[in-house]
């Protein structure tokens, strides 16, 4: 180990030709990484999901659970695939439960900035369950432009697990958070695509901007609270919105 340097972080190879589904003998064809209670930290991007520069080997597979993303200057990039099965599209298989995605003081990858935890680009379907999503204030070699969730022509789910599950009718919930951010949620597509996301049962605190969409048609946001307000003097100067 190298104190206070990054490491590159984990990449899961995929096949962009096939699908995220075990064959017969239980073989997938491509890279699978499953993560329960794991701590990954100060990497340049926690998991790519792909190989870096070779777009034939996009759609590697993550499923993660009670595990914690801390001081990534990205924690999750995923790019350029469809997951088809029998002629159509299903989810991209990219799964997190009740994980934690953080910057705190500690910040130190000072060769690289931290714009997002989730990067998201031409992907339908990863999702995000009772997951939080934090950014200290006033952390250095932060882009003043950082957000929670980046979804660029992509569509994803981000909600809440029932704390007792066995619970026909729920009444208490996991809710997933998002605080401290420019942008909670940032959502732009390409007029030809129709990827939408549902934000179900989440809390969105002190940031500039909750969720800003541009563009993307019949999101869905339902059960969730908005408190405005600004973690962070440098944008003392900005307007707040809970959806913009």
């Known amino acids: 180990a190298c104190p206070n340097k990054t490491w590159k972080g984990i990449q899961v190879w995929g096949n962009k030709n096939a699908n995220q589904y075990a064959n017969t003998q239980g073989v997938y064809q491509q ?30 597979i993550v499923k993660a659970t009670g595990s914690h993303f801390i001081n990534n200057a990205n924690a999750v990039h995923a790019l350029r695939y469809k997951n088809i099965l ?27 900035t931290f714009y997002k935890h989730i990067d998201l680009d031409h992907v339908k379907g990863p999702s995000f369950s009772g997951c939080d999503f934090t950014l200290a204030p006033n952390v250095n070699n932060v882009s003043t432009w950082n957000q929670a969730i980046a979804s660029y022509s992509s569509g994803f789910s981000l ?3 029932c704390n007792n599950p066995v619970i026909v009718n729920c ?10 951010f ?29 969720i800003l ?6 999101q869905k946001v339902i059960n969730s609270k908005f408190y405005l307000g600004n973690a962070n003097d440098q944008y003392s100067t900005d307007c707040n919105f809970g959806i913009y």
């Not at 969105?204 to 901007?209: A, D, L, P, T």
């Open 86 to 112: 029998n002629g159509l599209e299903t989810n991209y298989i990219a799964q997190f439960k009740n994980c934690d995605f953080q910057i705190t003081s500690g910040y130190f990858a000072t060769n690289k």
């Open 171 to 180: 009444t208490s919930f996991d809710y997933s958070h998002i605080n401290g």
């Open 182 to 210: 420019r942008w909670g949620i940032n959502a732009s597509k390409d007029p030809s695509d129709i990827y939408t996301y549902t934000v179900n049962r989440a809390i969105f605190e002190n940031n500039v901007y909750g």
């Open 31 to 60: 890279g699978y990484l499953e993560l329960n209670n794991t701590t990954i930290s100060n990497a340049e991007i926690a998991v790519d999901l792909w190989k870096p520069k070779d777009y034939a080997k996009t759609g590697g």
């Open 159 to 161: 909600t809440s697990p």
């Open 213 to 218: 969409n541009m563009d993307v048609k019949s």
